[in-house]
């Protein structure tokens, strides 16, 4: 049986899967997107990726084109069609089809929805144990990185800019010198004090999901969590470093722009959340 990818109310194969070439997403990265964790056949935190994916649609006026309860039937029937139990599911979300113009096209243009499937190899165990090298670069995104936009160039570009460097992730770094979030990753630091900080919730970084339970699982275990803005510099004196999404988990970043973070491996902080949130996904429960 082949992939089955599901694109504006049907059941596709998914090398036929396809958008218009007008569609607003295509042409002007006119859309928001979520990408759900799915382990032993439990979705991770579905509530909150739709409370975010509702809001993001919300920002940019994009109608939603279901209710929360459609999205969840879609969800599972994707992942019994492509018999995933396993892996993550995408959905995208676009303003709709139209003749190509800024504004926003006239009444009656309906969104379009596109929602994929695939098995994912849970994270490298390798990465857990040795941690991932970081380098730190400008931020140039716009100013609302609090929506899940799929206007990626940015992250793009840092991305591709990490991986020549040799590096999983680039670190954005804000005009006042402070740390904003990962190209794909949350950021979060642990201080020479025994500080465990990530950047405050606001304009400059999407609300992660995996930084919203780690929150709340290290509130439950006592565990003091600092929100604040942290400076390159700060990172780079840390004790320890390491990121968190929805498919990396909580991964030790044991270098930083070449230079090694802390002891140079992986910290006790990372790996006691990381321990943390492996418990709350094999028991996943609203928070
Ligand atoms: N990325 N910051 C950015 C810019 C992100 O793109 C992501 C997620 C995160 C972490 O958010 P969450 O914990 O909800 O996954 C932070 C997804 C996984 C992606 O683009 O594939």
Known sequence: MSRVAYVNGRYVPHRDAAVHVEDRGYQFADGVYEVVCVQHGE?????????????????????????????????????????????????????????????????????????TSRRIKPQDPKLFDHGIAVVSMPDIRWQRCDIKSVSLLPNVLGKQQAREAGAYEAWFVDRDGNVTE?????????????????????????????RRS?????????IKVVERAFSLDEARRAREAFLTSTTS???????????????????????????????YMDTPEPV
């Open 43 to 115: 979705v991770i935190d579905e509530d909150p990726h739709l409370d975010r994916l509702e809001r993001s649609l919300k920002e940019l006026r994009i109608a939603s084109p279901m209710g929360r309860r459609a999205y969840k039937h879609i969800t599972r029937e994707l992942l019994r069609r492509n018999r995933v139990t396993d892996g993550i599911v995408y959905t995208q979300i676009t303003r709709g089809v139209a003749r190509r113009d800024h504004p926003f096209p006239a009444a009656g243009t309906p969104p379009s929805i596109v929602m």
């Open 182 to 210: 990962g190209a794909s990753t949350n950021a979060w630091i642990v201080t020479q004090d025994g500080e465990l900080v990530t950047r405050q919730l606001g304009n400059a970084i999407l609300g992660g999901i995996t």
């Open 214 to 222: 780690l929150l709340q699982l290290a509130a439950d275990a006592q």
């Open 249 to 279: 988990f909580v991964t030790p970043i044991t270098k930083l722009d070449g230079k090694p973070v802390g002891s140079g491996k992986p910290g006790p902080v990372a790996d006691r959340l990381r321990e943390l949130y492996y418990g």
